[in-house]
């Protein structure tokens, strides 16, 4: 806090995002630090997603949001195979401890990044070559309820139970969610490179996955969630991403701790329910959290209520 040089890049901070500074914050709570450097990520994603949207030219289809962005975003018609797989499926994978109840899904999309899945390929092949023959085999809850995926081949199936690959929920900010479409999910492991430690998340800068929708309901702009409605666009519900994260062989976490990689050996890092010790007591629900691009690929994007 006494370091001038760190006021004023904070103030310039301030300065480049409309973000009001509470009158009554302690200083360590509103200089840059370690603990808040991610949220401030977050907020620079919206406006420059904001910023990138906002001097596009008028077209006749309407379809501003999407413009420029490096994918296909289709609907899904709820009476299709993978319609009718999702809307039983997404609702059936909740989780105790949050008090979501009753998920009505509005809407779900399918999403196609251009050329992640070439990537994300190269990484199940690298990840099967690299799987222990005898590992913990940890995997996420309701995976079971994968097995008879509609948009996978029999052989995809096969491949992805032996890579332990599984679709995971990731919530976000409704206004992040056309950045990640366009961006991806950022690793930020160049902040390492400059000396800039980051324990601001629970098992350090990756990106965080949830195998119960109600666990990632957390990080939505919805009333009663972590962010407590922050971040909404106005006329639509919450948004959660259903990602295919590779988990490989993970790491069991005993408890909270800055990881920047999974531990040697490992592919992914495993916060288990009512295991790992997190800052408050044990976790009350799993977290899967992966450091490296490729190792994740968007599929879905669901609008939800609850």
């Known amino acids: 806090v006494a370091d001038s040089e760190l006021r004023k890049l904070t103030y310039n901070l301030y300065g480049m995002i409309p973000k009001v500074k509470p009158t009554s914050a302690l200083e360590k709570d509103w200089i840059l630090s370690q603990d808040n450097i991610l949220r401030w990520q977050d907020d620079l994603d919206v406006f420059e997603s904001a910023l990138k949207s906002a001097n596009v030219e008028e077209t006749d289809d309407g379809d501003e949001v999407m413009k420029g962005i490096p994918a296909e975003v289709a609907w899904i018609d709820p009476s299709s ?11 059936s994978t909740t989780a105790s401890g949050h008090g979501f109840r009753n998920l009505k899904i509005h809407n779900i999309w399918k999403v196609n990044r251009h050329n992640d899945d070439t990537l ?18 940890e995997r996420p809850k309701h995976i079971d309820k994968q097995k008879q995926r509609p948009d996978l081949s029999a052989d995809q199936r096969k491949t ?16 992040n969610v056309s950045g990640i479409i366009r961006e991806n999910f950022r690793f930020p492991s160049e902040l390492k490179k400059s000396g800039v430690v980051i324990n601001g998340a629970m098992f350090g800068p990756g990106t965080y996955t949830a195998d119960a929708w109600s666990k990632s309901a957390n990080y939505c702009s919805n009333p009663g969630s972590y962010y407590a409605g922050d971040g909404g666009v106005a006329g639509r519900q919450s948004f959660m991403f259903g990602c295919d994260v590779i988990l490989g062989h993970p790491y069991l976490a005993p408890g909270a701790d800055g990881f920047t990689s999974p ?11 009512n295991h790992t010790k997190s800052w408050g007591g044990k976790l009350l629900n799993n977290e899967w959290i ?16 609850w």
């Open 290 to 305: 992966i450091y490296r691009k490729g190792r994740i690929i968007i599929r879905y994007l669901a609008e939800l209520s």
């Open 263 to 273: 531990p040697a050996g490992h592919h992914s890092v495993f916060g288990k329910a």
């Open 160 to 175: 992805y139970w032996n890579s332990n690959v599984a679709l995971l929920y990731h919530a976000t900010r409704s206004v």
């Open 120 to 137: 994300f390929s190269q990484n199940i092949d690298q990840t099967l070559k690299e799987m222990p023959a005898k590992w913990n085999e």
């Open 81 to 91: 195979e993978i319609g009718k797989f999702l809307y039983a499926w997404w609702p």
